[in-house]
């Protein structure tokens, strides 16, 4: 596709349920990011994947939370056993480059995002 | 990482007046990014600074990076309610500030 697809859009979970957030980066982007936006704040940083490796996952909030990219192209952020705080808009971002310690020289393309609210 | 604070959090302006957030670091900022969000939408870049004092424009944008490259502005010239919306930092390492929102009154 053209640009960064994310799906679901909407995903509503009863507390205790698992869900997997899928993200369809633009095609031959080498770094992909997840974030997670609570209502009103800015994008909080989950995780990088440089093609399939899992370079930084420190902003993983808990065990409960998992993201893999096994091809490098598509990535799945799975969620187990959801609690209401982890109601948010996840984004998905690609970029054509990879962040390295220097200057990072690509651009971030979102995605729409999924919005997760767990009852 | 290379953390980023943006003042203020909030801006409401008459819409024709000029608007300005910041962003600053307590670490040297090997480069950083500036993106907008639309209420309802995801982040679009708008721009990147990499060398000590570079100013960019983009019409009525004016972005700075700061000679110690551990600050960054962005300014708005006679602001239009189309520039509505929350506008961020991040440094190399993507991790974004907690964003500065702008209010335009017709």
């Known amino acids: 596709g053209a640009g960064v697809s994310q799906s679901p859009r909407y995903k509503v979970a009863k507390r205790g349920q698992d869900v997997a957030l899928r993200c369809d980066p633009i095609?031959?982007?080498?770094?992909l990011f997840w974030y997670q936006q609570a209502l009103g704040q800015g994008p909080e940083f989950l995780t990088y994947?440089?093609?399939?490796?899992?370079?930084?996952k420190s902003g993983l909030p808990s065990d409960r939370f998992f993201a893999e990219r096994p091809e490098g192209s598509v990535s799945t952020l799975k969620i187990q056993r959801t609690q209401q705080e982890d109601s948010a808009v996840y984004l998905c971002?690609?970029?054509?480059?990879?962040?390295?310690?220097?200057?990072?020289?690509?651009?971030?393309?979102f995605g729409e995002g999924s919005r997760l609210t767990v009852l | 990482g290379q953390q980023v604070m943006q003042i203020p959090q909030y801006q409401h302006v008459q819409e024709g007046e000029d608007f300005t957030t910041y962003c600053n670091s307590s670490?040297?900022?090997?480069?950083i990014q500036w993106y907008k969000q639309r209420p309802g939408g995801h982040p679009v870049f708008l721009i990147q600074?990499?060398?000590?004092?570079e100013v960019k424009k983009q019409k009525r944008l004016t972005f700075q990076f700061g000679e110690a490259k551990k600050n960054s502005s962005l300014h708005i010239t006679a602001t239009q309610t189309t520039d509505v919306g929350t506008y961020f930092c991040?440094?190399?390492?993507?991790?974004f500030g907690a964003g500065t929102r702008l209010t335009v009154k017709p």
């Open positions: 600074l990499v060398k000590s004092g």
């Open positions: 994947f440089q093609n399939e490796a899992q370079l930084d």
């Open positions: 991040a440094g190399y390492d993507m991790r």
């Open positions: 971002a690609s970029s054509w480059n990879w962040v390295a310690s220097g200057v990072n020289t690509g651009e971030l393309f």
């Open positions: 095609s031959g982007h080498v770094s």
């Open positions: 670490t040297t900022l090997s480069n």
